[in-house]
């Protein structure tokens, strides 16, 4: 089951059905707000979900997401991911944001799940948009951290966590923002 999406996102991708003009594959079949079948219409340009009843418009909007970019003598902290989508590659910490959260929260937070380390953000590193998480078009947005506390170790969704010199970072790094992220911080350090 935990393949289906990524299979069925790569397949329309590979028959180029999918592209950005379209409906996501993962969307809703029923009104949310009156229970209607939602039917596909063009509307400003774009094939969106429109409940024929109530005239609700399902807006695909991309999902956001934040990291931080946790530095150690020259070493940035990376974490193996221990479940799909890109099981086993390597990520900065980060995760989708809770509803009821702030956005500095919600680093924070993702950074102790998947590390134990306790931080303080510091700044703003960068925002990237990426369309390879098969879940969804992923807006990441990056703050800087310092530890203050907490010995580190991967968390409950993680295999590893661990500090990488930044010339020798693993091969298998699992989203396009986060090699992005990545070769920003290498061409303002190194």
């Known amino acids: 089951m935990k393949f289906v999406i990524k299979e069925v996102f790569e397949s329309l991708q ?3 059905i999918y592209n950005e003009n379209m409906i996501n594959p993962k969307h809703y079949r029923f009104c949310p707000m009156c229970g209607a079948k939602l039917q596909s219409q063009r ?7 429109v409940c024929p009843h109530c005239r609700y418009v399902f807006y695909q909007n991309p999902t956001p997401a934040v990291g931080v970019i946790l530095m150690r003598n020259n070493e940035i902290l990376l974490v193996q991911r221990k479940y799909e989508p890109r099981a086993g590659d390597w990520s900065l910490p980060a995760g989708f944001i809770e509803y009821d959260e702030e956005v500095e ?3 924070v937070r993702e950074l102790k799940e998947e590390t134990n380390l ?3 953000l510091t700044g703003l590193f960068e925002v990237y948009s990426g369309k390879d998480d098969p879940r969804s078009h992923v ?3 990056l703050y800087r951290g310092e530890i203050i506390g907490g ?3 991967a968390g409950d969704d993680a ?3 661990r500090f990488f ?3 020798q970072l693993p091969e298998n790094i699992a989203f396009c923002c986060h090699r992005q992220a990545i070769k920003k911080l290498k061409s303002d350090i190194l």
């Open 159 to 161: 295999i590893a966590a």
């Open 105 to 107: 929260q919600a680093a």
């Open 43 to 49: 509307l400003h340009n774009r094939i969106r979900l």
């Open 14 to 16: 590979k028959k180029k």
């Open 165 to 167: 010199p930044l010339d």
């Open 118 to 120: 306790d931080i303080r």
């Open 151 to 153: 010995e580190l170790r």
């Open 139 to 141: 807006v990441l947005i």
